[in-house]
């Protein structure tokens, strides 16, 4: 069909030109390195046939992509997560009868959590409409194919600051600063795990003047990321907790941050990367992030998925 | 604190395993039935999973468990996946340029015809193409889950849509 098979191409691609077809399947799946998607590209642009096989596969990815996805009715998400408290309880008994020398207190502990969490969670996936799964669809195809992505911004702090900064800026402007209204960390952690498989610690700190209005999910750097919004008196504060990708130790605050005209604290803890960002006072800032640091460290419960 | 970690590692991604279950045994109402199976095994084993894709991790599971309970409750529509030699050919794809349909009119097909489509498709190359375009695996993750190398995922993933053009984009329509 087309003349190469005399002329050997310098660009590593299979000759054969059904092999060929392979290399555009990958290059549309997101498979290929820079390089090998450059050169399949190059030959996409140079010929015809290729180029309609590559139109070809993007239209039928399409069309897959728009059937109707199976919804995940409010009975069969309570069915499965019976199947963890179920289990949570026998294993509690089971441990209980058979060590009785084994401190109870934890066990209780965790039929505790048992109990809590699945409910939660069935609770906020009873409120799905299919604009949320269609948001939860797209963010998750933001996060399998954000790494790269992911890579430069870990690589350019300031970019993400911005990023962070203008996240609030938008959700001062919104309705609403939140997409789950509670001041309930057992009703925010398990809506935020559902959308984007991510809970950071989500302390109530209303004793302390700061009010935990709710969360929210950030798209920064393609990436999606669990945010939550706190009030102190008319000031809100958004804290996105960024889930670590290395082994960076624990990381003191680094006050001095600004962005788009609002004040940021960074710092590491556990297995986030937080940046807070508020229109409030420096002080108030510095205050709220003590605090939110201290909370996590008395209250570890806060921290897991509990 | 293994319920927490089911809670996160498996309730996230029930979407994705109704969805896989739903096109291996062919319709939703069973796919209920593997999903809960497949997630008492999950619970069962959720101490082993050692991080990587929790998605990936689950739909394994949901893919074992369809084709054991396929083999219990349909033994006479199981086929041997894997087991076909000609499936495993890693040859790509015959050459169909002659009659494959513009792209328009691959874009134009409904959801319905779409689905018909994937359901005439033969059992490896449904599998696999579901895994790559509804569960949004990676070649890699496929290749581990089915236990094939990734060129035959490549080149069954080929043949699959290859199928799927020429059965939606209107040139054919042969009955299954």
């Not at chain 1, 010929?47 to 070809?56: C, G, K, S, T």
């Not at chain 1, 505790?112 to 969670?121: D, F, G, H, N, T």
Request: glycine content about 6%.
């Amino acid at each position: 069909m087309s003349p190469h098979e005399n002329r050997p191409r310098e660009d590593g691609l299979p000759q054969d030109p059904q092999d060929m077809k392979l290399m555009i399947h990958a290059l549309v799946d997101g498979e290929l390195d820079a390089a090998a998607a450059l050169a399949v590209e190059r030959r996409i642009a140079a010929d015809p046939e290729l180029a309609a096989e590559h139109a070809r596969i993007l239209a039928l990815r399409k069309a897959v992509a728009g059937m109707p996805r199976p919804t995940v009715s409010d009975d069969f998400l309570a069915r499965i997560a019976a199947i963890a408290e179920a289990k949570g309880a026998d294993e509690a008994e089971a441990g209980q009868a058979a060590t009785t020398t084994a401190a109870p207190q934890p066990q209780q502990q965790q039929d505790k959590i048992v109990e809590m969490r699945p409910r939660a969670s069935a609770r906020r996936f009873a409120s799905f409409d299919w604009r949320q799964m269609a948001a939860s669809i797209v963010l998750t195809a933001f996060l399998a194919s954000g790494a790269t992505q992911w890579l430069m911004v870990q690589n350019a702090p300031d970019s993400f600051a911005i990023a962070v900064a203008n996240g609030h800026r938008r959700s001062l402007l919104a309705a609403t600063p939140v997409d789950i209204v509670s001041s309930d960390r057992h009703t925010v952690k398990p809506w935020l795990d559902g959308r984007i498989g991510v809970s950071p610690p989500a302390p109530d700190m209303a004793k302390d003047g700061y009010a935990l209005l709710g969360g929210r999910v950030e798209v920064i750097g393609d990436k999606p990321m669990p945010a939550l919004v706190y009030r102190h008196h008319e000031h809100l504060i958004t804290l996105v907790a960024a889930p670590r990708q290395n082994d960076v130790k624990s990381m003191p605050a680094t006050d001095d941050l600004s962005a788009g005209g609002f004040l940021l604290v960074h710092w590491t803890d556990g297995a986030f990367s937080y940046w807070a960002v508020s229109d409030a006072e420096r002080p108030a800032l510095d205050d709220f992030v003590a605090r939110f640091r201290a909370a996590i460290v008395a209250n570890p419960a806060a921290g897991s998925p509990g | 604190m293994l319920a927490a970690r089911f809670a996160e590692v498996v309730l996230p991604h029930l979407g994705d395993a109704l969805s896989l279950a739903r096109w291996l045994t062919g319709n939703a109402a069973d796919a209920e039935d593997v999903v809960q199976e497949a997630c008492l095994k999950a619970h069962a084993g959720i101490a082993g999973f050692a991080g990587g894709n929790p998605r990936a991790w689950l739909l394994t599971i949901v893919r074992n468990a369809s084709y054991t309970w396929m083999a219990r409750n349909r033994p006479r529509s199981v086929v041997a996946v894997g087991g076909l030699a000609d499936l495993d050919d890693v040859s790509p794809p015959p050459d169909n340029d002659a009659d494959s349909p513009e792209a328009a009119l691959i874009a134009k097909a409904n959801s319905a015809a779409v689905e018909a489509a994937i359901a005439r498709l033969p059992d490896a190359f449904r599998e696999t193409l579901v895994l790559r375009d509804i569960n949004g695996l990676s070649y890699r993750e496929i290749a581990a889950m089915l236990g094939v190398p990734q060129g035959t995922v490549m080149s069954r993933l080929a043949r699959a849509r290859s199928l799927l053009m020429t059965d939606i984009g209107g040139r054919h329509h042969e009955p299954a």
